[in-house]
């Protein structure tokens, strides 16, 4: 089962924009990664925020972090044609297994 | 550095045969996670092996194993393949300090 839902399901924006996706998850985790996915390939691993973080860069990401309400958002600057795939949130905790959110679609057009 | 690696790419079988998917972690890595990515159901969580042994498993029937060798690479098998079994097997390793798992580029199988 899902861990928990993804905000939105699909965006399209024009190249240059910013665009925003939010996770929302169910119960305590130990940290939150984002992953990117092109067409139906394997999951890129973009970033790691650890539940004791409340915001993280890495290039044009920016993840926060809010654990009192369960939630994530993944913010790509300056977006670019190749930013178009599906972003998905994952949750680990004791278990160690990943749960993940059921996904953004992100077009960029020109 | 070598990314983890999946083989075959591409798998298709018909239905009642088995199938065996393989996955290489990336070195140093010693846990190695299985997902499977089907139509509608999006990702989930199948097994977990680390130092050879299973540690976790998901919400999947016994027709579903695999093994983790001494060298951390692991197999996948699915027996008795049903239809509902056509998806994207995902596999990921982490050296598990902080579970950043990394992900290969998948076996897609097809059940006929």
């Known amino acids: 089962s899902q861990q928990g839902e993804e905000d939105p399901q699909a965006l399209s924006i024009q190249e240059g924009e910013n665009a925003t996706m939010n996770c929302s998850y169910k119960t305590s985790i130990n940290n939150l990664q984002w992953y990117r996915q092109n067409s139906g390939r394997g999951l890129v691993h973009l970033i790691l925020i650890r539940s004791n973080e409340r915001e993280k860069h890495s290039g044009r990401l920016r993840v926060t972090l809010d654990t009192s309400k369960k939630s994530s958002s993944l913010l790509i600057t300056a977006s670019r044609a190749a930013d178009t795939a599906s972003y998905f949130c994952a949750t680990s905790g004791t278990a160690s297994k990943l749960t993940f959110g059921t996904g953004t679609r992100l077009q960029v057009t020109l | ?112």
Do not use: M
């Open chain 2, 1 to 112: 550095e070598a990314g983890v690696t999946q083989s075959p790419t591409h798998l298709i079988k018909t239905r009642g045969q088995q199938a065996t998917l393989r996955c290489s972690p990336i070195s140093g890595h010693t846990s190695v996670y299985w997902y499977q990515q089907a139509l509608g159901l999006g990702l989930q969580f199948l097994l977990w092996y680390d130092e050879g042994e299973e540690r976790n498993r998901g919400n999947f029937p016994p027709r579903f194993s695999g093994r983790q060798f001494p060298n951390y690479s692991s197999e996948l098998n699915v027996n008795a393949l049903e239809l509902e079994d056509s998806a994207l097997y995902l596999c990921a390793s982490t050296q598990w300090e902080n579970n950043e798992q990394f992900f290969g580029p998948g076996t897609r199988l097809t059940v006929l």
